[in-house]
């Protein structure tokens, strides 16, 4: 099984901030990544596919990239909305993924 | 509106059996294939299962493999999740996703991707005694 951390677990910036997240494959994935945003109580949404590709409706601020083993995920100018928690997911077998653990944004 | 609605949560004692639905409503079901991913409280993701768009294509986690069987109804617009064998690892809110289907075409190479684009709210199931 290919597994995924993400690091920091927690992280606290202040708004107007520029924020790196990393998540690293156990394994080479290609850029089978994918990076969700999920708030307190409520599903994941989806911000990036295939590594670097914006989601539809997802705002200019964050972007992707990495391939094989290294990702990151980084949001300039950081908005009140965006404190919540960030998930990878790795799609390197069809239909088949793991998620990382999660990085906390928190409000410093 | 596009929407997942699931349910079907609740207490259930440890060996019991619990089935979970999933309402689709807003978007054609039948085109896409779907998914169950579940959440520890205050824990990360855990994707459990696949079905494709004509129940032919089937995947579980090794972690609910045996135990959980997926299914569809094209007819009624729902999926479903049956969980036999509980145990209270398998505490967690349960939602159903929508997998959306990407395919980019670098030179001779078509490469495929897939992400979940559309999630219910969640139904939460509780393993205890």
């Given amino acids: 099984d290919i597994q995924m951390t993400q690091s920091p677990s927690s992280l606290s910036a202040s708004v107007g ?30 911000l990036i596919y295939a590594a670097s590709t914006l989601q539809s409706g997802v705002p200019s601020r964050f972007s992707g990239s990495g391939s094989g083993t290294q990702f990151t995920l980084t949001i300039t100018n950081v ?11 790795q799609t ?17 | 509106e596009m929407q997942l609605v699931e349910s079907g949560g609740g207490l259930v004692q440890p060996g019991g059996s619990r089935r979970l ?7 054609s079901f039948t085109e896409y294939s779907m998914a169950w991913v579940r959440q520890v409280p205050g824990r990360g993701l855990e994707w459990i299962s696949y079905i494709g768009t004509s129940s032919t294509i089937i995947h579980y986690a090794d972690s609910v493999k045996g135990r959980f069987t997926v299914s569809r109804d094209n007819g009624k617009n729902s999926l479903f999740l ?29 490469y495929f991707y897939f992400y979940m684009d559309l999630w219910g709210k969640g139904t939460s199931v509780t393993v205890s005694s």
């Avoid at chain 1, 908005?79 to 928690?85: C, I, N």
């Avoid at chain 2, 967690?92 to 670098?106: I, K, L, M, S």
């Fill in chain 1, 79 to 89: 908005q009140p909305g965006d404190f919540a928690t960030y998930y990878c997911q």
């Fill in chain 1, 17 to 46: 901030d520029r924020v790196t997240l990393t998540c690293r494959a156990s394994q080479s994935i290609s850029n089978y990544l994918n990076w969700y945003q999920q708030k307190p109580g409520k599903a994941p949404t989806v």
């Fill in chain 2, 82 to 110: 049956q969980m036999n064998s509980l145990r209270a690892a398998d505490t967690a809110v349960y939602y159903c996703a929508r997998e959306v289907h990407h395919y980019a075409d670098y030179g001779l190479a078509r």
């Fill in chain 1, 92 to 108: 390197y077998y069809d239909h088949r993924s793991t998620f990382g653990q999660g990085t906390l944004l928190e409000i410093k």
């Fill in chain 2, 21 to 27: 639905s999933c309402a689709a409503s807003g978007f």
